[in-house]
């Protein structure tokens, strides 16, 4: 069974999954949509269940949002999270509302659940209820003789919370006592401020942090890790070891959201496999695919990559009034993602670091000779800037 995680939100998820996701080990759905895809999933899915506590994020920073409504009829579930409970949490009120939340996703029999817990934010205000949370979900697994794993859930907020070792530090060490409380078998860390496709300038200092967090919360517990889900820094991390699995989109969602808020549907985008990277579906795009193939020789590999591309993507705006164009790229991209996650788990464990990094040398080779990508890519518009991230962190 592979190691990577896909993570499940909508029955076009679900699709994806049957059509190039079936060796999963274990998939993650939410309690908010759990019910819209259970019947969809193939048979004898294991599931990771997520009540989707996190998603209360958008009800504590706007009041006028309300609550969770997959949260509805919890007990205390409009008290446990008032501002003046965050301060002072009763750990009675926290078990009646995490009893309630937990009880919703047995009933979907799940070989996995997440530890209920808060983002974190840039000051320590969270770690009492979190403790208090995790300390509930013991209570409730002791009474339940709930057998499968509980993951203790680290959702970092902003950039700046990991940017330097006295900032991730505090953070790594309060998950480590809810870990601890909980009683948890593993973590699940995520940023969910991260889009590792950007290529931004920061990721020079943010990537090697984040890593080192996960070092560090592996020594610390030695529990299993989850880490992402992203495009690249995922499987980073999973090559060298560092996590055992690395969360996964499905032809989209490379990045994390919390549950419960409203997603606006983003521009279709294309895969580049030469290039390891993503890009806007545009006309533009479709020029600077035909210069790249002329300054590439036919006997190169990334040649009638790039080609199959052009073709991709072609047919992408020849639909692109219709929508099916997102169809297309989605699948273009979730086959692609699984290649490559597949080229890397035939190496032995070993050597799937130095695997991933002459993988993406080849990426970061090739897009320095090839032209700036056009301005519908948005910031990263050099073709090797991806790679170029995640390569110096492979070793």
């Given at each position: 069974?592979?190691?990577?995680?896909?993570?499940?939100?909508?029955?076009?998820?679900?699709?994806?999954?049957?059509?190039?996701?079936?060796?999963?080990?274990?998939?993650?759905?939410?309690?908010?949509?759990?019910?819209?895809?259970?019947?969809?999933?193939?048979?004898?899915?294991?599931?990771?269940?997520?009540?989707?506590?996190?998603?209360?994020?958008?009800?504590?920073?706007?009041?006028?949002?309300?609550?969770?409504?997959?949260?509805?009829?919890?007990?205390?579930?409009?008290?446990?999270?008032?501002?003046?409970?965050?301060?002072?949490?009763?750990?009675?009120?926290?078990?009646?509302?995490?009893?309630?939340?937990?009880?919703?996703?047995?009933?979907?029999?799940?070989?996995?659940?997440?530890?209920?817990?808060?983002?974190?934010?840039?000051?320590?205000?969270?770690?009492?209820?979190?403790?208090?949370?995790?300390?509930?979900?013991?209570?409730?697994?002791?009474?339940?003789?709930?057998?499968?794993?509980?993951?203790?859930?680290?959702?970092?907020?902003?950039?700046?919370?990991?940017?330097?070792?006295?900032?991730?530090?505090?953070?790594?060490?309060?998950?480590?006592?809810?870990?601890?409380?909980?009683?948890?078998?593993?973590?699940?860390?995520?940023?969910?401020?991260?889009?590792?496709?950007?290529?931004?300038?920061?990721?020079?200092?943010?990537?090697?942090?984040?890593?080192?967090?996960?070092?560090?919360?592996?020594?610390?517990?030695?529990?299993?890790?989850?880490?992402?889900?992203?495009?690249?820094?995922?499987?980073?991390?999973?090559?060298?070891?560092?996590?055992?699995?690395?969360?996964?989109?499905?032809?989209?969602?490379?990045?994390?959201?919390?549950?419960?808020?409203?997603?606006?549907?983003?521009?279709?985008?294309?895969?580049?496999?030469?290039?390891?990277?993503?890009?806007?579906?545009?006309?533009?795009?479709?020029?600077?695919?035909?210069?790249?193939?002329?300054?590439?020789?036919?006997?190169?590999?990334?040649?009638?990559?790039?080609?199959?591309?052009?073709?991709?993507?072609?047919?992408?705006?020849?639909?692109?009034?219709?929508?099916?164009?997102?169809?297309?790229?989605?699948?273009?991209?979730?086959?692609?993602y699984r290649n490559w996650i597949d080229k890397i788990s035939a190496i032995d464990p070993t050597g799937r670091a130095l695997g991933l990094y002459q993988d993406l040398s080849s990426a970061f080779v090739l897009g320095k000779h090839l032209e700036t990508l056009p301005a519908s890519c948005g910031k990263a518009r050099r073709p090797e800037k991806v790679a170029e991230y995640l390569m110096l962190n492979c070793l």
């Amino acid at each position: 069974m592979a190691k990577y995680i896909p993570f499940v939100n909508t029955d076009s998820d679900v699709r994806i999954l049957k059509l190039y996701y079936l060796g999963a080990e274990i998939v993650r759905v939410t309690l908010e949509k759990i019910h819209d895809v259970r019947r969809n999933l193939p048979r004898h899915t294991n599931l990771w269940l997520d009540c989707g506590v996190d998603g209360y994020d958008h009800h504590i920073k706007q009041e006028k949002e309300p609550i969770p409504s997959y949260l509805a009829n919890c007990d205390h579930g409009n008290k446990v999270f008032e501002a003046e409970h965050l301060v002072r949490p009763n750990q009675e009120i926290v078990d009646k509302f995490v009893a309630s939340a937990l009880n919703k996703c047995i009933n979907y029999n799940p070989r996995w659940l997440t530890v209920p817990q808060l983002p974190v934010l840039d000051s320590n205000e969270r770690n009492k209820i979190n403790l208090c949370l995790a300390k509930a979900t013991l209570t409730w697994k002791l009474g339940k003789n709930f057998k499968g794993a509980l993951l203790l859930p680290l959702i970092l907020t902003h950039k700046q919370q990991v940017m330097l070792k006295t900032h991730w530090k505090p953070r790594a060490d309060a998950t480590i006592k809810s870990f601890q409380a909980a009683q948890a078998d593993g973590i699940w860390i995520v940023d969910k401020s991260l889009a590792d496709q950007n290529a931004e300038r920061s990721f020079v200092d943010r990537f090697p942090s984040l890593i080192a967090l996960h070092g560090y919360l592996k020594g610390e517990t030695r529990a299993f890790l989850v880490a992402g889900p992203y495009w690249g820094l995922n499987l980073v991390l999973w090559a060298r070891g560092i996590v055992e699995y690395p969360a996964i989109g499905l032809g989209t969602g490379y990045q994390y959201h919390l549950p419960g808020g409203r997603l606006h549907r983003g521009k279709s985008r294309i895969v580049l496999p030469p290039l390891r990277r993503c890009v806007v579906v545009s006309p533009e795009l479709k020029n600077w695919l035909d210069d790249a193939v002329r300054q590439i020789s036919t006997e190169d590999p990334a040649f009638q990559q790039f080609r199959q591309a052009s073709n991709e993507l072609t047919r992408c705006l020849q639909n692109i009034e219709t929508g099916v164009e997102a169809i297309v790229a989605r699948k273009q991209i979730a086959l692609f993602y699984r290649n490559w996650i597949d080229k890397i788990s035939a190496i032995d464990p070993t050597g799937r670091a130095l695997g991933l990094y002459q993988d993406l040398s080849s990426a970061f080779v090739l897009g320095k000779h090839l032209e700036t990508l056009p301005a519908s890519c948005g910031k990263a518009r050099r073709p090797e800037k991806v790679a170029e991230y995640l390569m110096l962190n492979c070793l």
